[in-house]
């Protein structure tokens, strides 16, 4: 049954072998979605951070059908927006038509990563990420697309504010989500806003304890949010993991005795994907292939610009079918 990872950082530079600025392995991006593909993610979506991110994202979605991007800017990197030396409105004019670029070639498929992070305002003050947050719910306004959101250590000043604009986009998720059940109340008030989860989401008792009993299936997106937030094994979701198929079947080495057709040991894949749901089948005690299936749905649901693999199949058919017809008409 197919996956969709929601959420996957694939510009990082440790895909091109580079950690902290220091080359350690050939770059391996070819190997790292070769793995995705095989334990049966149908679709990617890459998270952009920037302007420049949202470039590159769209150069590397353009040469598989299977990957896709967002637009926008993350709350730590909201001072390039609010403080750009053109002015946040040309930056946000610049954002859109990227965007409405990208929506028309069908790569394009949410605005975002954008929200509010209070852990980290050494990179970001409080003042500048509201700013930020609020100037991008224009892009989603303008362009009908969903919201992917960024949430950490803010609810308040998070949940007030998406209320607040409610009205100007169609849906969104939370991804990454760590909150309370007050906080997933708040959300799940709000229809069509899903909450996407990934092993950060799974560290503790207490978020276990969340998710079994405040967060239905019907409202849950998987993400790996890769190169990061993977599931270890001093997680509480950890005991879940029982095969070596859940627990990642390629295996680990360290960066520095990298092998093509290894995971690096630290470093999150998409092909991981797998472990998440496995830890949402043993939360909510249901079957592993429910959970795919529900969140695959979900996923359709609040991302329309995302192709099903068979429609998409049927499509590019089509196309070779009515090319084919042209040639022999026109011999």
């Known amino acids: 049954m197919p996956f969709i990872d929601i959420g996957c950082n694939l510009t990082d530079s440790m ?18 979605l070769a793995r995705a593909w095989e334990v049966g993610l149908s679709h990617i979506v890459i998270t952009a951070g920037t302007l420049d991110e949202a470039r590159k994202a769209l150069e590397l979605a353009s040469d598989d059908r299977r990957l896709f991007t967002t637009v926008g800017v993350h709350p730590t990197r909201c001072k390039e927006l609010v403080e750009a030396e053109e002015g946040m409105a040309a930056y946000i004019d610049t954002l859109l038509d990227l965007a409405r670029e990208g929506q028309k070639n069908g790569k394009v498929v949410a605005i975002g990563e954008c929200g509010l992070d209070y852990d980290r305002l ?9 700013a930020g947050f609020e100037a991008q719910f224009a892009l989603a306004e303008e362009t009908g697309l969903p919201m992917f959101l960024h949430n950490r ?13 409610r009205h100007r986009f169609s849906q969104g998720v939370v991804h990454s989500f760590t909150g309370p059940p007050a906080e997933v109340k708040a959300l ?20 276990l304890t969340t998710i079994q009993t405040h967060l239905p299936l019907g409202r849950t997106l998987l993400e790996t949010d890769a190169p990061w937030c993977d599931v270890r094994p001093t997680h509480a979701s950890a005991r879940y993991l029982q095969s070596r198929e859940e627990k990642g079947m390629f295996g680990t080495v360290k960066k520095e005795k990298w092998s093509k057709d290894k995971c690096v040991k630290g470093r999150n894949e998409p092909c991981h994907i797998r472990e998440v749901a496995a830890v949402l089948a043993g939360v909510h005690g249901v079957p592993l292939e429910q959970v795919i299936e529900v969140c695959y749905a979900n996923t359709l649901t609040c991302f329309p610009g995302l192709v099903r693999l068979e429609d998409a199949k049927e499509e590019e058919g089509q196309r070779e079918g009515t090319q084919n017809q042209v040639d022999i008409e026109s011999k």
């Open 153 to 165: 250590n803010c609810a308040n000043d998070f949940v007030q504010t998406l209320q607040r604009h």
């Open 122 to 130: 050494g990179f970001c003050d409080q003042a500048t990420q509201l």
């Open 15 to 32: 895909y091109q072998g580079k950690y902290n600025n220091s080359q350690k392995h050939p770059p391996d991006l070819d190997h790292v």
């Open 188 to 207: 799940l008030s709000m229809e069509r806003v899903y909450i996407g989860l990934n092993g950060c989401s799974l560290k503790t008792e207490d978020q």
